[in-house]
């Protein structure tokens, strides 16, 4: 369904390989470690400090909630290599306990958060950051390309761009808040009329969501206007053939629009076709 990317890094000394998402939503690296006896870690790598000739433990704890599971754990420093970048004295979660089945059945062990600082819990450096703090890299930023292919083909790189993954010039949109990659959509539109956002919004660029989320009033307009229907799971479901005659789902942002054709909102299961988004939960 390519609702998840990840790759592998390692940590330690030897280095101790874990399959990881790369995520733009949140700041912390975190891994399963030999401490946790939850389901989850059973069925996962697990970080071993004591195979690590280069960790340094610490007293601090950590705990980070998702929007769909959750961790607990304690910090310490490693080595950390994420692609030909070494990343020394780097700080990151092992985790203790990872409750909920979310975690059990996924097919990645940890999660390297690429948001700001501003919002990791215990004030732990992301990744980036100390890769830039240490002049790892030669540009204060990192790009990142998903494919749709299933296997192979998506990217990110810590320190540049790669002008082969596009055509045309990038456009560059200001980030309206420091925490999230935060930034101000100008409208949300199909066939020109306006279905969400009509005064503009705020909105995240979230590569460790799966889906489109947003407000259950600007979600059930969309659904509405492409003709989805809920079926006996709760699920919101369009009838195969109506796929390639739904309008794009035009995102402006920053003046610029960006069309997303059906293909990509849409996701194909089991022989039906499934809306691919979600009601954000009210706060």
């Not at 290599?81 to 985790?95: A, H, R, W």
């Not at 100390?130 to 390309?145: A, P, T």
């Not at 949109?173 to 409208?187: A, C, F, K, N, R």
Request: charged residues 15%; aromatic residues 12%; contains cysteine.
């Amino acid at each position: 369904l390519q609702t998840e990317y990840f790759g592998t890094i390692s940590i330690g000394t030897p280095p101790q390989d874990f399959t990881v998402i790369f995520d733009t939503g949140s700041s912390n690296l975190w891994v399963p470690s030999t401490y946790c006896s939850s389901a989850a870690c059973t069925v996962h790598n697990r970080f071993n400090p004591d195979d690590s000739s280069t960790f340094q433990a610490t007293s601090e704890t950590l705990s980070i909630t998702y929007g769909t599971g959750s961790m607990t754990g304690i910090l310490g420093y490693d080595t950390v290599n994420v692609g030909s970048i070494e990343d020394t004295n780097q700080i990151f979660g092992l985790s203790e306990t990872e409750p909920g089945s979310f975690l059990y059945y996924a097919p990645f062990d940890g999660i390297l958060g690429l948001a700001y600082p501003s919002i990791s819990a215990s004030d732990a450096t992301p990744v980036f950051d100390n890769m830039w703090n240490e002049g790892l890299v030669s540009q204060d930023l990192f790009s990142v390309y998903l494919s749709s292919d299933d296997e192979s083909g998506s990217l990110v790189m810590f320190g540049g761009i790669d002008s082969s993954y596009y055509t045309g010039s990038l456009n560059w949109v200001p980030v309206s808040y420091e925490g999230y990659w935060q930034i101000t959509l100008d409208s949300i539109t199909m066939d020109g009329e306006t279905i969400a956002c009509a005064d503009g919004c705020q909105a995240i660029v979230d590569t460790g969501t799966s889906l489109l989320a947003g407000p259950t009033s600007a979600i059930s307009n969309i659904q509405s206007y492409i003709g989805a229907s809920e079926n006996y799971e709760g699920e919101m479901i369009v009838s195969c053939s109506s796929m390639y005659s739904l309008p794009n789902i035009v995102f402006t942002i920053n003046g610029v629009q960006y069309p997303v054709p059906a293909s990509a909102y849409i996701l194909e299961e089991k022989r039906s076709y499934h809306q691919g988004m979600k009601h954000l939960p009210r706060t």
